[in-house]
Each structure stands twice: as structure tokens, then as C-alpha cells.
């Protein structure tokens, strides 16, 4: 069965550095999330992208995040200059169409910033 | 702006005994509703969702929701629980756009006692 996946599961950093998580959605999926889950709180939403662009982005996409979609298979989020408060497990999901409302979801990348 | 407010961060039920993790939501217009769980080291898997068809919605596991707009609740049950049912379990809304972006509840633990 298909399955979203997600790599590194796990990514230690440095504050102040870059990281890159990368996600490779489902084959003729067309919708592409990205969620964060903080240590002991809610699943958040991050950013949506349809089509090339981003169609929906929380409070908290705000412009150390970014995210691509390099090469028609690959979905990334980058975090240009990360602080500790980015510490969380990071999950992406992709989603069929507009008529498919399910969202599958990958194991995540848990990210600790030291 | 959508909510979700899941009651009961632990439930603790006895292997056999019912299970009731319960789900409110707020939403200007009639939203989706989903049931996701996660089992340790892994992403969220769909149970079950709710998309404005029968208001009694069956899922994977013998896990089932009602929908009940005039208590805009959506409870998750299962008549008898098994020891494999201990896991995490979310709930969560989206709208009816076609961005589908997923907001979470706070999640429920749920043990599974022999």
C-alpha cells in the first residue's frame, strides 16, 4: 500500500543553523501539508501547497520556513535559522484531490534544536 | 476560526470494556470531522471521518462516531477494547474549501488495562 515517508526520523541541530526535512508523498497526490507537533501539545498546522504554491500558511510559517517541491516527487520544509522553540516532531501529509478530503499522513521527523 | 477540544488527555479502560473518547468542535459552517490515532513511532492513521453523509460513521477496528451537529460533538466508540487499541487519538475539523487544512484537538492517551 502506498505510504507517505519521511526522512530523517530524527535531526539534531544547532540554534542558528538550516535544516531541511524532506517527505515524499504519495505517487498523483496533489495536495501537500506540512504539521508540527510540539512535545505535549496539539498537532498544528504549518503550511498547505497546491499546484506549485503555497495556498494556506498558519501564524507560524512565518519567513524562517519555507518549502519546495524540487523535483515532482520530493516535498521539503526548510528552517533557514532555527531556534529552540522549533523543537517538535514534524509531520507531512499528502492529500489525493479536492473531491478526497483524507489527508495521509507520514511517521514524522522529530527535529531537536540544541 | 475552527476548535476542537478533546476531553480527557488519559482514559483508562479494561480490556472488553467500551470505549468512549469524546470530541466537541466549533465551526462557522458544517465542517468535516476526523479521527486519526497514532501508535508509538508512527505517523496518524485515518479511523474514521465524517463528511456530511450518515451521521453514524464506521471505521477501521470496529471504531465508530456520530456526528451530532445541536451538541456539535463527534465521540469516538468502540464496544469492546483490546489491548492492541492502546494508542494516541486525535480528533479534528476542516472546512469545506478546498485547502482541507486539519485542526487538532489536544489528542487523548488511551490505556488498555488486561
Known amino acids: 500500500e502506498p505510504e507517505v515517508t519521511q526522512t530523517p526520523s530524527h535531526q539534531v541541530t544547532q540554534m542558528g543553523q538550516e535544516v531541511i526535512l524532506r517527505c515524499v508523498p504519495i505517487?498523483?497526490?496533489?495536495?501537500f501539508y506540512w504539521y508540527r507537533q510540539i512535545l505535549g501539545q496539539k498537532v498544528e498546522f504549518l503550511v498547505s501547497?497546491?499546484?506549485?504554491?503555497?495556498?494556506?500558511k498558519s501564524e507560524i510559517f512565518d519567513d524562517q520556513f519555507s518549502v519546495e517541491r524540487p523535483d515532482g516527487s520530493n516535498f521539503t520544509l526548510k528552517i533557514r535559522s532555527t531556534k529552540l522553540e522549533d523543537s517538535a516532531m514534524y509531520f507531512c501529509?499528502?492529500?489525493?484531490?479536492?473531491?478526497?478530503?483524507?489527508?495521509?499522513f507520514g511517521p514524522g521527523t522529530r527535529l531537536t534544536v540544541l | 476560526a475552527q476548535s476542537v477540544t478533546q476531553l480527557g488527555s488519559h482514559v483508562s479502560v479494561s480490556e472488553g470494556a467500551l470505549v468512549l473518547l469524546r470530541c466537541n468542535y466549533s465551526s462557522s459552517v458544517p465542517p468535516y470531522l476526523f479521527w486519526y490515532v497514532q501508535y508509538p513511532n508512527q505517523g496518524l492513521q485515518l479511523l474514521l471521518k465524517?463528511?456530511?453523509?450518515?451521521?453514524l460513521v464506521k471505521g477501521i477496528n470496529g471504531f465508530e462516531a456520530e456526528f451530532k451537529k445541536s451538541e456539535t460533538s463527534f465521540h469516538l466508540t468502540k464496544p469492546s477494547a483490546h489491548m492492541s487499541d492502546a494508542a494516541e487519538y486525535f480528533c479534528?475539523?476542516?472546512?469545506?474549501?478546498?485547502?482541507?487544512?486539519?485542526?487538532f484537538g489536544g489528542g487523548t492517551r488511551l490505556m488498555v488495562k488486561p
Open positions: 465524517y463528511t456530511s453523509a450518515a451521521t
Open positions: 501529509a499528502s492529500r489525493p484531490g479536492a473531491r478526497n478530503n483524507e489527508q495521509f
Open positions: 501547497f497546491y499546484n506549485n504554491e503555497i495556498s494556506e
Open positions: 479534528a475539523v476542516s472546512d469545506r474549501n478546498a485547502g482541507n487544512m486539519l485542526t
Open positions: 505517487s498523483n497526490h496533489l495536495y
